[in-house]
């Protein structure tokens, strides 16, 4: 069964909107560097400032998720090597609520001068059509600056569930509704979208929904037993399948 948030672009960079051309650029080069750097582990030296000094403070990368999970593992990463690159310190504050909203706010109303960053998930292009009153406008307020990664989404669920496969998985539910549960990383998140689609393609199946502040807070429940299933990038997932702390999903 397909489902459009199997996949989710994670981490679109964004900053307050107005930013002059030349720093705009330099900060692709600074990112795309940086994820060159990380996915190969080496590599040449990227100039990381241009005429007018950007930059000559830290930087703060801004995190919508809670510490652990994926996002808040990539911004670490990329972090790391923006500071490396720029001689300049990077710091990575998690700014957890409204499924992002509360993080693209704080990066809204910040100074529009390139310092202070969004990492975000694919969620933030969808946010005004599911939250029309929220504090910032999208489009407005953010410009994109680059995509970090584009991850894949597994279902997980708790190793003593019954279900041995995504098939047994909807024939149980199917048999007991309203009887299982799910974790997200938020209301209006690509791990929750992902499930209703999953729910409604299966023929409205009826699951509970159970959101929870990142993807580390979603998987530890889910290992646990507190919750059934969870949609979740495999990242963040796949130490606890290797573990046996959870199981995968898969179709027969």
């Known amino acids: 069964m397909s489902s459009p948030f199997t996949t989710n672009d994670l981490s679109v960079y964004t900053y307050p909107a107005g930013l002059q051309r030349a720093v705009r650029n330099t900060l692709r ?29 830290p930087i703060r990368l801004i995190v919508p998720y809670a510490a652990g999970g994926g996002t808040d593992a990539f911004a670490r990463l990329v972090g790391e090597s923006l500071a490396k690159q720029t001689g ?3 710091i990575v504050e998690n700014k957890v609520g409204a499924a992002g909203l509360v993080a693209g706010a704080a990066v809204a109303n910040a ?7 969004l990492i975000d998930q694919s969620s ?14 999208v489009r407005r307020d953010l410009a994109p600056i680059i995509l970090g990664a584009t991850l894949d989404n597994v ?19 199917r048999s007991k509704p309203d ?22 393609d299966a023929g409205d199946l009826k699951i509970q929904h159970v959101p929870y502040k990142g993807g580390n807070p979603g998987i530890v429940a889910t290992s646990t037993g507190e919750v059934n299933m969870f949609f979740i990038s495999v990242s963040t997932a796949l130490p606890f399948i290797e573990s046996g702390r959870v199981r995968a999903g898969q179709r027969r």
């Open 29 to 57: 080069r600074m990112l795309a560097g940086a994820l060159v750097f990380l996915a190969a582990t080496a590599g040449p030296a990227i100039a990381a400032t241009n005429g007018d000094g950007f930059p000559s403070k």
């Open 155 to 173: 279902l997980l669920v708790t190793p003593s569930f019954p279900a041995k496969s995504v098939d047994e998985m909807i024939a149980l539910v």
């Open 88 to 90: 300049q310190s990077v």
């Open 179 to 200: 009887a299982f549960n799910y974790a997200s990383t938020g209301i209006g998140t690509p791990q929750h979208l992902a499930m209703e689609v999953l729910k409604r």
């Open 124 to 137: 933030i292009a969808y946010q005004p059509l599911l939250y029309p009153k929220a504090a910032f406008d």
């Open 111 to 117: 100074s529009p001068d390139g310092y202070t960053i």
